[in-house]
């Protein structure tokens, strides 16, 4: 398991949890309360799918706090570009193609701009 202690940390995730069970208990005590009270039985289903979710976050919260990012699995392949498909290298190739244009275009407006800015100035 994978976790750091430190105070910014602890912080957040002390307050995620605190607004996850402020939720909760807001919606348990105003939303379904007093249905449930009454022994309806949409309540305890929303009660139930209301609880599953709570779960999920606490439990989808924790293991992002304790897995290590950018960790790969010892046995994950390297991505080899030889072995691609030829439509999916041709896509990557285009990709590739029209980030470059974009920035050859970015970079000459801004070497245009500075080019009229320098000309103002010598004026």
């Known amino acids: 398991m994978w976790l750091i202690l430190e105070e910014c940390g602890v912080a957040c995730s002390i307050f995620t949890y605190f607004i996850v069970v402020s939720v909760y208990f807001g919606f348990i005590r105003i939303g379904i309360w ?53 439509e999916l290298k041709k896509m990557l190739r285009s990709i590739a193609e029209a980030m470059r244009s974009v920035e050859a275009s970015t970079r000459a407006s801004h070497m245009s701009k500075m080019a009229l800015k320098k000309r103002q100035r010598e004026e």
Request: aromatic share 16%; charged share 20%; glycine share 4%.
């Open 34 to 86: 007093e249905e449930a009270l009454e022994g309806d039985t949409a309540a305890f289903i929303h009660f139930a799918v209301f609880q599953y979710h709570c779960f999920l976050i606490f439990l989808s919260h924790f293991k992002c706090m304790t897995t290590e990012p950018g960790v790969l699995p010892k046995d994950c392949e390297v991505l080899q570009y030889v072995k691609l498909p030829a």
